[in-house]
């Protein structure tokens, strides 16, 4: 298998100029693109939803990786200039296509990993929250200030925050406005890594490149379970827990898994 960065050809949808999608190994890329500050709008929400519909369906990807274009902005969210003449309609669409956009990539099936280049700020830091993990560059700013402009953060940060670093952090930074930078991101449990500038994707590939060590089935499997606790007790989960252990028995991959481990080789992964 080949690590190199190469084109990714995701198939017949119209996806944005505004993200860029390239493979590494078993890993898609994805690159918010779309300058000066990586900015989110119409397009490139649908874009995104659309490419993580596409991935869900590739046998072939069992992670991807977020980034923004640059060295600057990871994102700053979404562009106020859609907001400035205050159309509701426009307001609810809006709040629709970053739901949907933001929960498709908290539902992908294999594991997202956010790796933030710089500023993340609003939607930027709602995109982070919505991945599995987070790596952080040192110079990284995050912040969801939207109460500073008359909004809420409207793609699951009111949700999501809160559920990461608890109520007090969560309120700090969205009622008071409070920017962090990444070393305190790291010690109130926003983010999981921080690494030196210009090194968070390169610590996202790698990590993301273990995951195809990983039984893409059981990983699709386990997922679910974990944010899971997020809508009720631990203890109810158990139950489905064991039984989700035994469906596995069904696939491929399980048989595959125990008995390269037996044999002492690699296994070779069907995703099935």
Not at 64 to 73: D, E, P
Not at 215 to 227: F, G, N, W, Y
Request: proline share 4%; hydrophobic share 40%.
């Amino acid at each position: 298998m080949s690590n190199a960065i190469e084109a990714y050809k995701p198939g017949v949808f119209d996806l944005t100029h505004k993200i860029t999608v390239e493979k590494h190994g078993h890993t898609a890329l994805i690159t918010i693109n779309h300058p000066p500050a990586n900015t989110w709008d119409r397009d490139s929400l649908i874009g995104l939803k659309q490419l993580i519909e596409h991935l869900n369906h590739d046998d072939d990807i069992y992670a991807l990786v977020m980034t923004g274009q640059g060295g600057k902005f990871f994102s700053a969210g979404a562009d106020l200039n859609l907001f400035a003449d205050g159309d509701k309609a426009r307001a609810r669409e809006m709040a629709r296509r970053f739901g949907e956009a933001f929960e498709a990539l908290r539902d992908f099936r294999g594991v997202s990993i956010a790796a933030i280049n710089g500023y993340a700020m609003g939607g930027g830091l709602e995109c982070a929250l919505a991945c599995d993990i987070r790596i952080a560059e040192r110079q990284a700013q995050m912040a969801l200030p939207e109460a500073t402009v008359g909004l809420l953060p409207c793609a699951g940060g009111t949700q999501a925050l809160p559920w990461l670093i608890g109520e007090g952090w969560a309120k700090r930074m969205i009622l008071c406005g409070e920017r962090i930078d990444a070393e305190t991101a790291l010690r109130i449990g926003l983010v999981e890594q921080v690494v030196d500038s210009g090194e968070a994707r390169g610590h996202a590939l790698l990590l993301a490149s273990k995951v195809a060590r990983q039984s893409p089935v059981a990983v699709r499997t386990i997922k679910p379970l974990i944010q899971g606790a997020r809508e009720r007790g631990p203890n109810t989960w158990l139950p489905e827990e064991r039984e989700r252990f035994v469906d596995l028995f069904d696939a491929d991959d399980t048989r595959e898994g125990v008995n390269a481990f037996l044999e002492k080789r690699d296994p070779q992964w069907r995703n099935k």
